[in-house]
């Protein structure tokens, strides 16, 4: 029997064998065994309720700060649609977004509101859920700062709300389980002029595409700041550019040259070209200049096996 048919009915989307390189931003990545799409929060529960807890599944978002392995992933992958998870509401100044929303997005809807603070979300590539796990945030700002609560499912289809202060955020971590799939969330700002408010993003745009290689096939930020005080005070691209490798290739993929904290896929990368390139720069920088890189980009799945 195959896993599709050990699964319980949906309404949602369900399926094997699905490449997942076009669910990434990088391209790159080898088969589901299986694909869901939950039509909605109550598809996803019954999912997870009547899944046996043998059955691994993984969760995936909009897939821009991913490396899913050319070996693929076993079990059921999880990617929530935007349809389903994908609605914004307003109250004030706070404002309510499902987990499949756009970071930008929902910095353009609260601007509209008036609601002020939540401009960051302009520079942050991915959904809210991806933010929610990894306290996403640019600019000095980070999601933390401006959360209520959020709403979470867990492995048994067990619906949860969690406080800001529930969330354990430290930088780029949140402390609770990773098996809880997050599904919405509410944040709080301050009332501001529209005007000024899109004044403000319009300057977090243009200071990221003069910056970042943000037209490419890339991930956004390769790893997490080091320790400020091992690394002299120097950011991630600062020694990974002191060490050398701006530039640096491995196969088809490479240390940005407008940013050497951004991986790209010059074109025919695999994901263990681009893993492999990651775990190079992390030996080099160590080597070099003595500091710990340590990845912002997950990756998961299996290492294809050699031919």
């Not at 599709?4 to 309404?11: N, S, Y």
């Not at 590539?125 to 929610?132: E, F, N």
């Not at 320790?227 to 020694?239: A, M, N, P, T, Y």
Request: charged letters at 25%.
């Amino acid at each position: 029997m195959s896993l599709i048919q050990k699964l319980p009915a949906v309404r949602g989307k369900i399926e094997s064998g699905v490449v997942l390189a076009p669910f990434t931003w990088f391209r790159v990545g080898g088969a589901a065994e299986v694909l869901f799409q939950p039509a909605d929060e109550d598809d996803l529960a019954d999912f997870l309720r009547e899944t046996p807890e043998d059955i691994p599944i993984q969760i995936i978002g909009v897939g821009s700060n991913l490396i899913v392995r050319d070996g693929g992933i076993d079990g059921v992958v999880i990617r929530l649609t935007p349809k389903g998870f994908g609605q914004v509401s307003v109250s004030g100044t706070t404002i309510t977004a499902g987990a499949m929303v756009l970071d930008a997005f929902l910095a353009k809807k609260a601007a509209e509101a008036g609601i002020a603070g939540l401009e960051f979300f302009r520079g942050v590539p991915g959904t809210i859920g991806g933010a929610l796990r990894m306290n996403a945030g640019c600019y000095d700002v980070e999601t933390k700062d401006v959360l209520v609560e959020c709403v979470a499912l867990d492995r048994a289809g067990n619906r949860h709300v969690f406080s800001n202060a529930e969330m354990g955020y430290t930088y780029r971590h949140c402390a609770l389980p990773e098996d809880l799939i997050f599904v919405s969330a509410t944040f709080e700002g301050a009332k501001g002029e529209p005007s000024e408010i899109l004044a403000r993003m319009d300057a977090i745009t243009q200071r990221r595409e003069a910056s970042q290689p943000i037209r490419e096939k890339t991930g956004g930020s390769t790893f997490k700041n080091p320790d400020q005080i091992q690394s002299g005070g120097r950011k991630s691209w600062q020694v990974i550019h002191d060490a050398g490798l701006r530039g640096f290739t491995i196969g088809g993929a490479q240390m940005s040259e407008k940013h050497c904290n951004f991986m790209i896929n010059i074109g025919d990368a695999t994901a263990a070209d681009l893993e492999n390139l990651g775990n190079k720069v992390i030996e080099e920088v160590k080597r070099t200049q003595n500091v710990d890189l340590h990845w912002e980009i997950k990756r998961i799945g299996k290492k294809q096996k050699p031919k």
